[in-house]
């Protein structure tokens, strides 16, 4: 536990520092923390739980069109849209939870995608309230304490602090008897009812949080894009995106979807002119090589060796 | 035109179409059947398909049924070889390893095709694109009716290869009981691989029949394909070859009708509600006889 906190205060002395030192990079640097925070909560779902979802683009849909329409139809701060869109975002995850969590193995993967199709096809064509297929647009934000919220900079540390509170409440809840509890029911449900663990309950639980997260993550992202298109923001490859990040990083580990986002992203930039839009090849590579040769993820490999080295040096005594 | 007449043109068209949809469903539950995997990249090997009647008219000025002559074995072999080196390592892991695995091929595939051809949509022109055929009063797209008559054509050859030969004898073992099969002498990992290449074969074929209807688009048209694949084989039942031949033509009606009498821009949207209505309320059914018939 100490070791994490740690690692959360080198990630928020970097991060404090970061804009001062690569003022040109922040663009990058954003996409990066949105990912991370993004994939730390579907991880929570996806890693801790044990339910794969391809649907959170929903939520991140959600944050950004409450956050984009509240700002130009009605005049509602961000901070507000974003407090809804959580809030909303739990709401759906409950009902959408209630109804698919009866369903084992891949058929919630299933149905997580024709969710979020169906939200999709609503945003194209509900025009009087999205905007439909052109999309909404931010002209103005408030400028609380005399802060521009179209800076980069502001924008930046918004990203920061979303990554920081994710990461932070998947170390509290790992310790925390919510954390065992997941954990029990990924590994056997059955087991785990005969634990005295509801199992449904405790899916149900994980849903609403990671979707309110990452809801407030789609509120920021709205705000960085400026300019909210449905075939971008509630994309199938988003979703995908986003479990993948998650995944080869490391499921069900605390810096595993962090880490995940850091390679990806920085892998996204560094081929990004070699292959253009094709950019997710990336990812189809790396996840096949986690699935064949690391099934754990890179953070997970890599803790997995920290402590057979461990036990090698105690056996050696 | 009367209404009746509308409505059996539509009625016709929705099951032509259909036809289509059914053969993309079949390859992915036959392949969920025998392997009990659920191919992410099915919609993508469609895609490949269209790419395929593409690059063979471009090359070589082919029709793309001429170039199912080819086609069709390149796709089977891909099958068996992308199952041999990839899926056959994960078949006894954890169900969602061999799922990530196809969303991995999925994805290198729509992105390889975006590389090599850019991603501006692709089709081939044919003489008879707008040419209708008129039966009773209905007229039939002829590009549809081609691509029925292949179905009926693949669908049958494909019922006497599970139902008449020595290796469909082993397929439906393989899908009852794997260890059983092992048992008396049928080599699963064999079985395995050809039904994969077969899956593959069936949705190259589905996209080579639709190519002069559609466009293809290297990314977005292989995940719409994968998810009417799905619809398809849970309306069906998953592993049911027969039911998602129903659950093809079903989808194939319900869009079309939905789309002419509801609102049309919902049409994608139909099929999904009638996908989740079946998850959540039969649930059971489809997890119950998927092993006994295929």
């Known amino acids: 536990m100490t070791k994490h906190l740690i690692g959360l205060g080198v990630l928020l002395a970097v991060g404090v520092a970061y804009p001062a030192i690569f003022p040109n990079n922040l663009t990058i640097a954003i996409s990066v923390l949105l990912f991370a925070g993004w994939a730390t909560s579907w991880d929570l779902l996806g890693g801790w739980n044990g339910q794969v979802s391809l649907g959170h683009a929903s939520f991140v849909g959600l944050g950004a069109y409450f956050v984009a329409i509240g700002q130009s139809q009605f005049g509602l701060a961000p901070w507000w ?25 891949p058929y919630f993967s299933l149905s997580t995608i024709a969710v979020a199709e169906i939200l999709r096809l609503v945003a194209i064509n509900e025009e009087w309230l999205t905007g ?55 590994e056997d449900e059955d087991s785990a009812m005969a634990a005295g663990i509801d199992p449904t309950a405790t899916k149900l639980k994980a849903f609403m949080l990671s979707a309110a997260l990452t809801s407030i993550g789609g509120g920021i992202y709205g705000i960085v894009l400026a300019f909210i298109e449905p075939h971008v923001i509630f994309a199938l490859l988003l979703s995908v995106q986003i479990a993948l990040t998650a995944i080869i990083g490391g499921r069900g580990t605390i810096w595993g979807p962090a880490v995940g986002a850091l390679v990806l992203i920085g892998a996204g930039e560094m081929f990004r002119t070699t292959f253009a839009e094709a950019n997710m090849l990336i990812y189809g590579i790396l996840i096949l090589v986690v699935v064949l040769f690391v099934p754990r993820g890179i953070v997970g490999e890599l803790a997995r060796r920290h402590i057979r080295r461990l036990y090698a040096k105690r056996a050696q005594g | 035109m009367a209404g009746l007449d509308i409505f059996l043109q539509n009625i016709a068209n929705g099951v032509l179409m259909g036809g289509v949809y059914a053969l993309i469903g079949i390859g992915l539950t036959l392949v969920f059947g025998v392997m009990r995997t659920i191919n992410f990249a099915h919609g993508d090997f469609v895609v490949l398909g269209m790419y395929s009647a593409v690059l063979f008219n471009a090359l070589l000025g082919w029709d793309p049924y001429l170039s199912l002559v080819l086609a069709m074995p390149i796709g089977f072999f891909a099958g068996v070889i992308v199952e041999r080196f990839i899926l056959s390592r994960v078949i006894d892991a954890p169900p969602e390893s061999a799922l990530l695995a196809t969303l991995g091929i999925s ?20 003489s008879y694109a707008s040419s209708t055929f008129s039966i009773a009063g209905v007229n039939l797209s002829m590009v549809l009716l081609l691509a029925g008559i292949a179905t009926v054509i693949m ?57 002069p209807l559609l466009f293809a ?50 049409r994608e949207a139909y099929g999904l509600i009638a996908f989740l209505l079946i998850l959540l309320f039969r649930p059971e059914g489809l997890f119950g006889r998927t092993v006994k018939r295929v």
């Open chain 1, 132 to 186: 439909g297929a052109t999309g909404v647009f931010i002209a103005t934000l408030p400028e609380p304490f005399g802060v521009d919220l179209f800076s980069r900079t502001a924008q930046f540390y918004m990203a920061l602090a979303f990554a920081t509170v994710v990461i932070a409440t998947v170390i509290v809840i790992s310790r925390a008897r919510f954390g065992y509890q997941l954990r029990a029911v990924r």
């Open chain 2, 155 to 211: 669908i049958a050859a494909l019922y006497a290869l599970l139902n008449r030969t020595e290796v469909g004898r082993a397929i439906r073992g393989t899908a009852e009981n794997r260890l059983g099969a092992e048992l008396v002498g049928i080599d699963t990992r064999r079985i395995h691989s050809i039904v994969f290449g077969l899956g593959v074969m069936l949705a190259v074929m589905a996209g080579v029949t639709l190519i």
């Open chain 2, 217 to 266: 688009t290297p990314t977005n048209t292989g995940a719409v394909f994968t998810l009417k694949a799905f619809v398809v084989t849970v309306l069906g039942g998953l592993g049911n070859v027969g039911a998602a031949i129903a659950g093809g033509i079903l989808l194939g009606v319900v869009e079309v009708l939905g789309a002419s009498y509801f609102m049309s821009e919902y």
């Open chain 2, 107 to 126: 994805l290198i595939i729509g992105n390889a095709i975006l590389l090599t051809f850019g991603g501006e949509p692709r089709s081939v022109q044919v």
């Open chain 1, 81 to 105: 849209t974003m407090a809804m869109a959580a809030a909303v975002a739990a709401v759906l995850a409950y009902f959408w939870g209630w109804l698919t969590f009866s369903l084992r193995g």
